[in-house]
T-cell receptor, first 113, second 112 residues
């Protein structure tokens, strides 16, 4: 298996633009997580899904953030409109069980100017 | 209750030395304690994990020590190497629960 795949790897956009980050989890993993990593706040859980259904989105910072998982092999995290403070590395992770090992993707480094 | 407190924030160790990173938790329902290793430009990856029914787990140069009564656990890296330079995250979760709670991370630099 290729592991968790994220795209794009780098995204530079201007404030106010819409940004869409994409994730393909490991096949057979029922849980998918979106994290944000910054120097100031560390690794933050934004939202996670079980069998394509959002379970907990309490970490989503604002209504500008939304996430979907239309099928078991694809998820998106959208920011609209983007702001400079959204600049961070966004990770997607998947697992067979949320309490056990999570497999992280390589991340998307987002820069909002 | 849900926090995992990790220290130190950063650590510099000489090659061949012992690196020690400590974590503490409050929720006694946690029953799985993994450590993740993250290299620059990469996502975190599971390094080693322990369950509270044992006090120590060793894998190569990496050892987790677990003190259930103190609600603390630590990662020891023996004979630290420059290739160990990375950010290390401790974490905690509950079997049957839905979240893994991560510590703030420790940036380790091993000097050659």
């Amino acid at each position: 298996d290729a592991g968790v795949i994220q795209s794009p790897r780098h995204e530079v956009t201007e404030m106010g633009q819409e940004v869409t980050l994409r994730c393909k989890p490991i096949s057979g993993h029922d849980y998918l997580f979106w994290y944000r990593q910054t120097m100031m706040r560390g690794l933050e859980l934004l939202i996670y899904f079980n069998n394509n259904v959002p379970i907990d989105d309490s970490g989503m910072p604002e209504d500008r953030f939304s996430a979907k998982m239309p099928n078991a092999s694809f998820s998106t995290l959208k920011i609209q409109p983007s702001e400079p403070r959204d600049s961070a590395v966004y990770f997607c992770a998947s697992s067979l069980n949320p309490a056990w090992e999570q497999y992280f993707g390589p991340g998307t480094r987002l820069t909002v100017t | 209750q849900q926090q995992v407190k990790q220290s130190p924030q950063s650590l510099i160790v000489q090659k061949g030395g012992i690196s020690i990173i400590n974590c503490a938790y409050e929720n006694t329902a946690f029953d799985y304690f993994p450590w993740y290793q993250q290299f620059p430009g990469k996502g975190p990856a599971l390094l080693i994990a322990i369950r509270p029914d044992v006090s120590e787990k060793k894998e190569g140069r990496f050892t987790i020590s677990f003190n259930k009564s103190a609600k603390q656990f630590s990662l020891h890296i023996m004979d630290s190497q420059p290739g160990d330079s990375a950010t290390y995250f401790c974490a905690a979760s509950m079997i049957g629960g839905f979240k893994t709670i991560f510590g703030a991370g420790t940036r380790l630099f091993v000097k050659a």
